[in-house]
């Protein structure tokens, strides 16, 4: 190879290589060497060394592969910063969150702790930030207020039911129902990571998420106005629940209790107000100012000193109990009813989790597994179940703190578990007079970067349309379906979206750039040049049963071969060919009857001096010469068709051994040079498609012209087939591969494939598609090398108006 590389020029001296020159040259591998039996791979599995003992040990416990190389000096104090100020958010948001998920307070405070330190054990994110998050806290608060309403809670005084709930009961009972739902949602997230199934959370694209969380805000939203303005809506479930919820607040907003509106407004402006100077005087602050921190104490200081809660019936959040709580076994009864949302849960906190791990992996470069990350997000829910948690997944907001004051590992968890656990233990009773009002507030305004992401539609818009639809689809349809039939809603909706993508590929003609061997679409690039007799075909999409008739409908529409009507065609020429063939034939006979019956009339005239009869010899002169005449009148045929008139005709006799090849032109007359095989015939075989029958569809077939065929133009001899974005084929795409060579070839147009992955030629052998007529010569490395031996093997009469690429292929052996 002679290389320039200040000009980027470079010149290749090989032969043309098919698929079975490309084999030999390269060595590949035999499909068992490459695919173990399943006896071996069981061997394989199964067998222990102590390097796979090791790195076995290290994957499942990823903190014996990092803590012993812990650092105290390096780590240790970013670790301790960074977790503090985790920890002091993870109050307020712990709290506020329980009720979304219509459980006591005390409950979202254990929540932040077990599952962080669960995943202290077995995640391999050293920035996420582990415990509750707001859409899931919504997903199980649906939940929980659909197995245990309020009206299976009403006092009953004797016969009478009274309008009081039995809070007591009805919390008791949710607390029940959120446990088991995480704990079934992160045993579904273990048996995946387990199984090697981490790839299940890309089938949740970006938008589907990002509409997902904004629709989730708007119910998060809703479900907090009745702590907003005071009020006591009714409880709903099921679809268009955020529509009737809504509708039965608006009409209580005349009944809003007023003193708690005050609380929730002073609340929210000071949120808002603290959130934007901790914006603005980030860059100079080493840790940001915990705002909903303040605000809590704050609040449940006022509340404490001015007895909101007697004094103007404020609701507040009540007993906090001292302590940890024990643990204790889910009730497996409940596990069928929940299985739905269970599972809902566990893939989209595993898609949150894992999308935001990777995003900090990326940035300070390490890796982090998926599915190790499944089983480390699956056994921190499963084992918090154990201890009242509901479902956790990692925090945005949360995790940025961590990262962004300078958290370096895990460690970081760990110290913002701490200040949980002293909160749970000491401080707890202090937050028993906190007004509901505020930690309401704190939702509302911390759901305003999930309100931002509207703005998503108009950057779709300018990027993808498909996109657009699958968020504006998983939107609608999770805010009027609810969030666990709006998320499977969503999912079918966006699979769908790549099947029909799939499904309607772009089909598109290549042309050659002049000076190169490279092959682009003709009808999107001017310089692009057709190569004379060959057509070089190629889909956007790999070819499989959705889109194999379509495949081929589309193939005949590019190449401007109608193979169903030029086959009929051909075989309605090869009958009247062997109409002919026997017609001559009977002439034949015939004509030999009659020299028989004429030496058997001379013998006898010379043996008993007949006279000879004149009458005879006329009549014998007359039957020829009317013979002839009708023969001439069928060659005429040829002339008085018009000049766009397709004429197929044999340019070889028909054989025992096989038909006979047919030839197409286009109007005038054929060359009678190619048919002078046909000259011993006494029929004048050399006729037109036309034909005497009164049948529509023989005339329309008989008169095709180049309009109805569309860009078909008869010095085509050879189509290629360019695979290269095929990385599968299955049984039906072989099947129609199959009878795309078998229809073609009766045509006299010759099939190639070029760019197939090993795997495709691989499963083309698998699928029998090789056989006598079609072996590995038929496929071919690249386009390029298809191209040169077309030309070369089939045409030589346009080879000479190929211009060959000059600085590659040069000099290409053929």
Known sequence: MDSTRRLGKYRVEREVLDEEKLEAVTQRKTYSDTHPSLTEHLKDSFRCTVPRLKQSV?????????????????????????????????????????????????FGLYSSLYPALIYFFFGTSRHISIGTFTVLSIMVGSVT?????????????????????????????????????????????????LVKFGFVGTYLSEPLVRAYTTAAAAHAVVAQLKHIFGVSPARFSGPLLLVYTLKDVCMLLPHTHLPTLLVSAVSMVFLISAKELNSFLSPKLPVPIPVELITIVVGTLISTYTHLNSNYTISVVGEIPNGLSYPSLPDASLFGEVIGDAFALAMVGYAVSFSLGKTFALKHGYNVDSNQELVALGLSNAVGGFFQCFSVCSSMSRSLIQETTG???????VASALIVLVTILKLGPLFQELPKAVLAAIVFVNLKGMFKQHSDIVTLWKRSKIDLVVWLVTWVSTMLLNLDLGL?????????????RTQLPTYSVLGNVPGTELYVDIETHREAR????????????????????????????????????????KRRQEAKQRRREKRAERRAKRQAKKERERAQRAAKQLSGASVFSVEEEAGRWIDTCVDRIVTDEEEQDWTERENGTVFVVPITPRTPDGPCRWEYLKGGEPDCTSLGWMSELQDGDTTTLGSSSDDTLSHDLERVSLGSLGKWTWDIHSIIIDLSTANFIDIVAIKTMKSIFQDFSEIDVDIYMAGCQPSVVEQLELGDFFSESVTKRHLFASVHDAVLYCLNHRGASSLSRYETPVDTYSNTKL
Not at 489 to 495: M, R, T, V
């Open 145 to 193: 207020e659909r197995l245990a309403p309020d009206s299976a809670f009403l006092i009953t005084n004797g016969t009478n039911v009274t309008a009081e709930v039995d809070i007591a009961a009805r919390d008791s009972y949710r607390v029940q129902v959120a446990a088991a739902t995480t704990v079934l949602g992160g045993l579904i997230q273990v048996v995946l990571g």
């Open 407 to 413: 958290g370096k590992t895990q460690m970081a968890g």
């Open 488 to 500: 499977a809603a969503s999912i079918i909706f966006a699979l769908m979206t790549v099947i029909f």
């Open 530 to 569: 057709e190569i004379p007799g060959v057509t070089i075909f190629r889909s956007s999409a790999t070819v499989y049963f959705a889109n194999a008739d379509l495949y081929l409908d589309a193939l005949k529409e590019k190449s401007g071969l109608d193979i169903s009507k030029m086959i009929i065609y």
């Open 58 to 106: 290290m994957s499942s416990l990823p903190v014996l592969y990092w803590l012993p190389k812990y650092s105290i000096w390096d780590y240790g104090m970013p670790d301790l910063i960074a977790g503090i100020s985790v920890g002091i958010m993870h109050l307020p948001q712990g709290l506020a969150y329980a009720l979304l998920a219509s459980v006591p307070p005390v």
